[in-house]
């Protein structure tokens, strides 16, 4: 039997891990935003992942009831203060508030019109870098459709874990778990904070709508007046450079200035939409 002396055990719990670690700060910029979770077991089974792997932001977008489903107090072992202050939300867009740089993570192949992805450890080099002084979102989908394409278009960024057969496909805890590791273990090392401040995605967003309106106000018609598609490629164009919130400002100095011109003139003139 192993005698354990008073020392053994009032000492921390991190102390008795075979791999100590100092926890980088960056880790406090990363969001892990889960949309329409399924499987309240899942739920805490990521909030176990957050903890463990040094990150604290947890957002779910319109979960299935889990608060008083004991599968995901059991699978958030360690961890249920994660799981009791994580954000519930009912639409993506209020999980992204704040969010300036979003990594999509997806296991199929995509539309092409979408960048092409990159691997978890490419990712989590970029997320760490990024998160030095930014916030960050880790975007996860459905364990049954994933992500939607329209979803992925929000991203700067599109990532997946490479496997060495198509099925089975991973469990969603799971790749929560291997970004998560990724991102700490890049973390690790020093990342010089991004020169540039990235807009926020919700801004990018409201910039996109004004685009598009202004576009339909001078009767530009996508094909088969298609402006959903339009507008995934609009993201793309813009995509190609990263943005910033002063980029951002300039451009919508031009669209929207453009849009009121022409609402003046309409009324000057006395012309009404159809």
Known sequence: ???????????????????QVDVPKNLTNIRVILFEPREPGNI??????????????????????FQDVDAAWKMAHGAKDVLKNSIVVSELKDALDGVKYLVGTTHRRRDPRLPPPVTAREAANSVASVSQNQSVGLLFGREDFGLSTDQ????QLIASVPMATKNPSLNLAQAVQIFAYEVFIASLDEHAPENITY???NAMEEFY???TRLLD???VVPYNQDWETYLKSLRRVFSRAPLEERDIATLDMIFSTTYRHIVRLEDKLGITEK
């Open 1 to 19: 039997m192993t005698k354990h002396t008073s020392d053994t055990l009032h000492r921390p719990a991190e102390s008795f891990r075979a791999l």
């Open 44 to 65: 805490g089974s990521v909030a176990r992942v957050v903890k463990g792997m040094g990150l604290s932001e947890l957002y779910l977008v319109n979960p299935v009831p």
């Open 152 to 155: 992925l278009s929000l991203c």
């Open 199 to 201: 807009a926020d995605i």
């Open 209 to 211: 709508e004004r685009v």
């Open 217 to 219: 106000k001078v009767g």
